[in-house]
């Protein structure tokens, strides 16, 4: 069973809309790390506005707040609009300027959910892809050929240390191109490479 495609944003985005004469904003961004998306929130929160409510998903790593609206009202279905949608590494704020009239928990679910929906759905969109750090030694004779080849493979060279006896590289990859790429290593190495994993960020958007 293949795992769903995941997204991130590829920049921020904006969306406002008016229910009942209340002001919702929606704004939206790509986040790596908690505390990048507790910064945007800070940034963008409106201290005049009546609510500015928001979640975050990273990974396994998800936060939510009601900023003072009923309970599960405003939140949690941001929240679920991120996971909905297929977001990962992403941050919604929806501000609220109340306009006189109460929506009442249904109401407010629905605006609040409604307008994350539609910004995150209008926004430019990149698929997320989950990527494996390799590192491993050449000799010099093989260097030139093994480059070339990874790099045909989608494979990024993020450091070369050459030695006495040869090349020590350092490659990211796709996770879903490890098998291919280790059986084009051994090939051209003659099976002289000692092949190791080495802790990566885990993902990256395609053309962010």
């Not at 790509?30 to 990273?58: G, K, Q, R």
């Not at 030694?137 to 494979?155: I, P, T």
């Not at 993020?158 to 280790?182: C, D, K, Q, S, W």
């Amino acid at each position: 069973m293949s795992t769903p495609e995941r997204f991130m944003l590829k920049a921020p985005a904006m969306l406002e809309r008016e229910v009942k004469k209340s002001i919702f904003l929606a704004q939206a961004a790509p986040v790596a790390t908690p505390a990048e998306a507790m910064e945007f929130i800070a940034t963008v929160s409106d201290p005049d506005a009546t609510h500015n409510c928001w979640a975050y998903l990273i990974g396994q790593t998800y936060r939510s707040d009601d900023a003072g609206e009923p309970g599960g009202t405003a939140g949690r279905p941001i929240l679920q609009v991120i996971e909905g949608q297929g977001f990962d590494r992403t941050v919604v704020v929806v501000t609220r300027w109340f306009g006189g009239t109460k929506l009442g928990a249904g109401g407010l679910v629905r605006a609040y959910g409604g307008t994350a929906a539609e910004c995150l759905r209008t926004a430019p969109r990149v698929p997320i892809v989950e990527m494996v750090g390799l590192t491993f030694g050449c000799g010099f004779s093989e260097h030139a050929l093994l480059r070339a080849r990874l790099e045909a493979m989608d494979c990024q060279i993020m450091a070369e240390e050459f030695g006495a006896n040869g090349v020590g590289l350092h490659i990211t990859l796709p996770v879903a191109r490890e098998a291919e790429v280790r059986t084009r290593i051994t090939d051209i190495t003659r099976g002289q490479a000692t092949i190791r994993v080495v802790e990566e960020d885990g993902a990256q958007g395609v053309g962010a």
